[in-house]
């Protein structure tokens, strides 16, 4: 089986800057620290921790969105900080994002349509809107939309609606990986569990691999085939997914699995 993406050795730290009048003017967190991954073809990563414990921070620099401090991504063996143009546009197409907040990550302004219709334009997966727009409506059919929602804008439809449609915008340009930040944390139950179907469907349809990241241990098993335990930057526990839930090693995993969820 294939390695898409690896994370080898990261390690992050923001500096943040105090108040002028305390005189303190820097301080140093360390969100992630020397955290190593695979993530391999079709299979489904999931990070669970607490708040603060380094999972977004993760998720972000293995999708490219945050450079590491140290460390390194790799994506098929290429290291992203020396890929040529050409080679991180392809990354870039191929890693995709969902995150909690469905409506925040669309622009308010654009009907839904043109949010999903933008990436198949930037990547020129469609070389024109009207082209653009059938794709966005076969896209809209596969997570289960009427076709005529591309009208609407992000504020007239539903969170379920919008992180279906945050589905169809990320699966449009026919990623290898999806990092899934929080997908479900801001739904309804009985929503949550259509789209963690929907992500599973749609898994198996186009042999995606997904990052998925929450606080939710139970959604974490349910969806993943490795586990990420992650604790004030470290990763305290990595393995299968059945063997964590039902034999987990360490102390912090287990207090985890008997809080249900942080
Ligand atoms: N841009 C930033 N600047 C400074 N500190 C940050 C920044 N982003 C995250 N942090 C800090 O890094 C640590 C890890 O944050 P991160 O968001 O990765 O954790 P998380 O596990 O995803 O938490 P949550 O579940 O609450 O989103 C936290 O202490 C956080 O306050």
């Not at 898409?4 to 108040?19: A, D, F, L, P």
């Not at 974490?220 to 305290?236: A, C, E, H, L, W």
Request: charged content about 25%; proline content about 3%.
């Amino acid at each position: 089986m294939k390695t898409v993406i690896e994370v080898r050795n990261i390690r992050k730290e923001y500096i943040t800057k105090k108040h002028f009048l305390t005189g303190r003017t820097q301080e140093k967190v360390t969100a992630v620290k020397n955290s190593s991954f695979k993530v391999e073809e079709g299979k489904t990563v999931g990070i669970v921790g607490e708040s603060g414990s380094g999972k977004s921070t993760t998720g972000e620099i293995a999708g490219g969105l945050q450079n590491p401090s140290f460390g390194n991504v790799f994506y098929y063996g290429k290291n992203i900080a020396e890929m040529t143009n050409e080679e991180c546009h392809d990354y870039r197409k191929n890693v995709q994002f969902i995150f909690q907040d469905p409506k925040g990550s669309m622009d308010p302004n654009y009907t839904v349509g043109d949010n999903i219709a933008f990436p198949l334009i930037t990547f020129d997966i469609e070389k024109n809107k009207k082209d653009a727009m059938l794709k966005v409506e076969e896209m809209l059919e596969k997570v289960g939309l009427d076709k005529d929602i591309k009208n609407k804008y992000p504020s007239e439809i539903s969170g379920g609606q919008c992180q279906r449609a945050a589905i169809a915008r990320a699966l449009a340009v026919n990623p290898k990986v999806i990092v899934c930040d929080e997908p479900v944390s801001a739904l309804d139950v009985s929503i949550q569990a259509q789209i963690l179907n929907l992500l599973k469907r749609l898994q198996k349809e186009y042999n995606i691999s997904y990052l998925f990241i929450s606080h939710d241990i139970g959604v974490v098993n349910y969806m993943s085939d490795t586990i990420i335990v992650m604790s004030k930057g470290n990763i305290v526990e990595m393995g299968d997914a059945k063997e964590i839930f039902l034999n987990p090693k360490e102390s912090y995993t287990k207090k985890l699995l008997e809080s249900g969820f942080f």
